[in-house]
């Protein structure tokens, strides 16, 4: 910002017109005040890693989603009504279906671009909540998901979830044969709640499943309560992430105390603002080559029809695969009826589901006693416990997913259907545990390599031959960004309890707490592998040098190594052996 | 602070790199060579001129293009949705190809550095935010007014009541709607397309019929339909029902439903009671019904009995016999409630 207008507030500003923009910020800085933070935020610091555009993702398809979703409200009638349809479509003149469902054909035919913004809305809407899941894992496989920012988390589990739930009001707003069949299961879902389950489902469809309210519902929740709620924890989102300011990448200069990036002005607005419409690109060039959703080939909703391999869209496959592979208890006792079968999956499923997702920062911080700000990111190899959970998680998700399309398995690659489902039962309980010592194994090897590369240097692929006729391949010492990067990062501290028993043998009150938390933690970190100290480095280094004068000096012959990896080129290399 | 503010054991060790400082700053070849730099400047530009193209060509398809009626001609969908999603999407990227580029190429890539601080506010914030607070309460006396205090905390909580009683209207009470179908003594039980009667010579053993009560068809002496719109949705979830036919000696009917069949004609719900799909794979063979949302199977020759998948409950099955035409007819509704499982299903009246 240029100078600040001449003006103590109460006599105007006599600046000398600069130029039309001058005078409009000059006009605006009279009034809101506005230059004060905007001359921080003006040059705000963004750092940058390909994995920080996942977020971004999320929120140009939200705003894909606003755009496309109005478009779509100027035609669409959220109507259970009946109606004969006579428009262009020829299959389905004449037949009686909702005025929901004749609009939602009106706009795929009769309404030009309609078709292209319906297809666009539905892409973007999975686009949207795919983005936000990948973006959470990133949170979680790096760690910025601790202090100070376990609250923008929260916002963003619940975001998640937020989208979920929009999604299949949108999903339902057609009344195709689909849509209204995901209905009927949402129905059978609340029947099973306990005690109150009829009532709700009365009430939510204004009386008997299906009536006639549940598409205006739906429609007012989709179009006004839902994105309302999202925009504004949207907003809260990123006010906290400008008051955090972006986690970082440790490397030379990155530290804990600062973030190093381009400015928000020019770099930051200009990548940012073009990936908007990289993103609205690809969106729009989906909805216009590649079907989704096609409503008219399923037909109206009628109670009694039902299509064989009916699917919800990808993001109901786990709660699908839930309901799936439960057996069939229910409990009869005392005249009440108690379905587990879909009381569990249905509803205490998501429930714990969320409540872990939520919960997790703080059952972390609590098991690790790690209650430091932690501003740089952490590779997951260095939270082996951590990615681990994850990558178990992530299988849990999969073979929930994978049983929700049984069905298809069963006749894609003809299995028997009974048989998959049998598996999924049992894999679900064993696959997991599995998962996450295979991956916890794998985060320790890494980081031993990790630390072999920084004690003896990384393998140039030369092969050497010593004095003894050994051989051995060449280690080279690593460039000390590299081996810098290799070593920003916190060594593990065990908790190891406050107290314990005391002398007089007086246990502390909640001394049962503490020593599983204690026993919990050193769980947690078992078998990590720290880093290495000073003096292991420098022995480590001392020891490369060694093996480098056992080797035979062979005349004119040995190579430095480098000529092999690229680093420089063999041309004109005399191919001494340089110490 | 926190009250369990146990300082961690700090293990000691010197950290083994120190940190070599930010990289130099290189220049890019857009920096030091004018040649690379125009050329850059003008591949943005030509990005952006593309955009425009593109744009108008959006708006040429939207205006040349027919749509309706051939929703299949391209990629199963219309030309005019091929073009303006192309156009379109082109237009768009290379907007976002141009900017990126820009700000890539020519944008000064000189990184910046801001210093962090703490989130939490500085103590004596905190101490003069408290001291505020508890000056605006003291002054309120809120404390020292008990009574005040209570009774706007109960007005406050019975303000939730009317909050509450104003979705009363949402629906009506379940009563015993669940209990019961449009299903009842004498009515024939016909093809779902287009209510055709059937009679039992009408089936072979083996097949499968979707069958619905007779009353969806029926209509009155105006020529009116007796049930349509929601209502006969409604009707029509729960009355749904199949009609198999099977070799007589394969059915093992339970004692009390020795006679609920004709000649090895049954009649049962076609909703799942699992969360009420309706069901539709049948094999022949083992007199299987499969459910085709989550494979709740049924064994229609023991009565509906599950035999694999999440559902909890048989197929309610409804007694059938011939009218005096000879044509398949209800006995009675179904003798139990159709459907998913509800908390007070057992104690459905069903008379
Ligand atoms: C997070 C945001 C949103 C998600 C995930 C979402 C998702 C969906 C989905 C999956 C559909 C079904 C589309 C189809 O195949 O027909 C849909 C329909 C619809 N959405 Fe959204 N939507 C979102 C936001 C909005 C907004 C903000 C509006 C309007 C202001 C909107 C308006 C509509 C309308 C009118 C329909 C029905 C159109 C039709 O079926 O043809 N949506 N939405
Ligand atoms: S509704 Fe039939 S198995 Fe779920």
Redesign the interface.
Known sequence: MSAPAASNGTTPAATAKPNPAGAIANWADERLGIATSAKKQIRKVFPDHWSFMLGEIALWSFVILLLTGVFLSLWFNPSMGEVVYNGSYDQLRGIHMSEAYASTLHISFDVRAGLLMRQMHHWAAMLFIAAMLVHMMRVFLTGAFRKPRELNWIIGGVLLLLGILEGFAGYSLPDDLLSGTGLRIADGLVKATPVLGSYMSFFMFGGEFPGDQIIPRLYTAHVLLIPGLILALIAAHMLLLVYHKHTQWPGPGRTEQNVVGYPMMPVYAAKAGGFFFIVFGVVALMGGLMTINPVWRFGPYNPAEVTAGSQPDWYMGIAEGLLRIMPGWETHIWGITLSWNVFLPGQVAPMVLLGIVLGYPFIEQWVTGDKREHHLLERPRNAPTRTAFLAAMISVYGLLWAAGGNDILATQFHLDLNTITYFMRGAIFIVPPLVFIIAKRWCISLQRHDNDMLLHGYESGVIMRDADGGYSEKHLPLSEEHAYRLTARNRDQVYTGVSGADANGVEAPNARVDQLRARLSKAWFASNVQKPTKEELEEGHHHAELEHEHEVPLEGHAADGHQFDGRHDVVGDDLTHKH | M?D???E????A???????????EHLPRPTDVDPVMEKRAERQVATLFGLSSVFAILTCVA?FSLN???H?TVF????A???????C?????????????Q???KL???H??????H??ASPQEDRDEAIAALEVGIAESGIGRRPLVRNSLLGAMATLGLPAIVF?RD?????GN??AHTVWARGMQVVQ?VDGAKIKPEDMEIGQLV?A?PEIFFATNSEGQPVI???AL??A???A?VILVRMHPDDIKALPDRRNWGIDGILCYS?ICT????????WEQQTHHLLC??????FDLADNGK?I??????HLPQLPITLDADGYIVAQSDFTEPV?????????SNLT
């Open positions: 926190s369990d503010n146990h961690l054991e700090h293990v060790a010197a950290e083994p790199i120190a940190d070599p400082g930010l990289p939207y749509i309706g009626g929703p990629l199963g969908m219309g005019s949705t091929v073009a303006l999603g192309g379109l999407g082109l237009a768009l990227l290379a907007i976002g190809i141009g900017a990126i820009w700000s890539r944008m000064s890539d990184e910046i550095v801001e210093y962090r703490p989130a979705l949402l629906g009506p009470l379940p709607k669940l779902d979707n619905e349509e719109g929601t949705l409604q029509k979830a729960k749904a076609k699992h969360v009420g799909c309706p069901i539709s794979l085709p949302c989550h494979q709740s199977t599950v694999f998948g999440p559902a909890g409950r459907g998913p499982s509800y908390w007070e299903r057992d104690r």
